[in-house]
């Protein structure tokens, strides 16, 4: 498995999805909030177990050209065969070899890659002999533009049409986009991978943190305490790491002092803050609305009348749908079915609270 020093391993997760895919769906798609640690899991415990199992891996991050996601798979799949069309394996893999050759040669001369750009590469996958898994990183970002339609349908048709060799992971973070992708009916991937939850780690984790920062520093700093922090920051593996590296790196051996002087160097709330100050005021009491009643009646009357009296204009039924459509478009609220809002970061929820 992982190297990578501050990397906790989580080798069962990764053996569990592995064999979920082999008995049981050809496609999961994972879900959890941004930095929960979706990526690092994919590159250092399920690509290595797979590896070792004799797949063929191929990472495709959506958001490495968010104008073109055939040039994302493109790119990717380019990327896995040219490692090993080297030395002796350039010989072994010739006809690959020349089919690679062909694909580059095609995007050459026309840089900007299309979904049959992203076939033919698919084409050059085929030629290996491994089964193959496809780890497809923020895969939502293809629910958010209509012009991303044939590239999506593209894709399902390659995953459809080699169920013999192609297992697939989706990661997204975005649940609002991944339910449109995956369950809206007239979605190329309708019904295809069941939405698995991402879950956060635990106390073995934190143990993980604990020993590694005695072994840095020599100094003991308590579990609890990095526990503490760990659950006010909403369960983030990259926040916890980037703070105690931060700790080790400049001397601050008590988790409270170290705390204060990270977010002296990192302050918090700037993304939020930046969110809050790009929507209206209407946008405003919709989401205090929101996040302090369980299920607000959005569109009665004594609610229309709140609003109204918050923001010093009448509004109407249409006022306040107009207000969700926008706050969903921008990735800051999910609809749940049957009407129910919730908010997609549960760390801007707390913000949003903040400001009442």
Known sequence: MATHRWHYCREALAVHYLETLKTGPQSLAIFAERRKGKTEFCKYDLIP???????????????????????????????SLERDLTG?????????SLKLGALQDKISKNPVATP????????????????????????QHLATN???????????????????????????SSQDNLNRLFRRQKAAFY?????????????????????????????????????????NHHYSPAFIVELLQVMVRDGYYD????????????????????????????????????ATQNDPQLYSSSTLEKIRSAIGVAVKKGTVQAS??????????????RGEWEFENSSFKEYVLLQL
């Open 49 to 79: 177990h797979a590896e070792s199992q004799g797949y063929r891996c191929v990472y495709i991050n959506f958001w490495q050209d968010k104008a073109n996601p055939s040039a994302c798979v493109v790119e990717s799949i380019t990327n």
């Open 88 to 96: 002796i394996l350039r010989g072994w893999k010739k006809e690959v």
């Open 116 to 139: 049959s750009t992203a076939n033919e590469a698919f084409s050059c996958l085929l030629r290996t002999k491994e089964p193959i898994l496809l780890i497809c990183d923020e895969v």
């Open 146 to 172: 209509p012009a991303f339609e044939d590239f999506t349908a593209s894709l399902r048709t390659f995953i459809d049409s080699n169920k013999d060799r192609t297992r697939v992971v989706f990661t997204g």
């Open 191 to 231: 019904n295809s991978a069941p939405l698995t939850p991402f879950h956060d780690m635990g106390e073995e984790f934190i143990k993980f943190l604990t020993d590694l920062f005695y072994s840095l520093t020599k100094r003991k700093l308590p579990a609890k305490d990095i526990m503490k922090t760990y659950i």
């Open 255 to 290: 988790m409270e002092s170290g705390l204060d002087y990270y977010l002296s160097l990192n302050p918090p709330d700037q993304e939020h803050e930046l969110t809050w100050k790009n929507i209206n005021a209407l946008d405003k009491e919709v989401l205090k609305l929101i």
């Open 324 to 337: 969700l459509k926008k706050l969903r478009e921008l990735g800051v609220l999910l609809n749940s079915g």
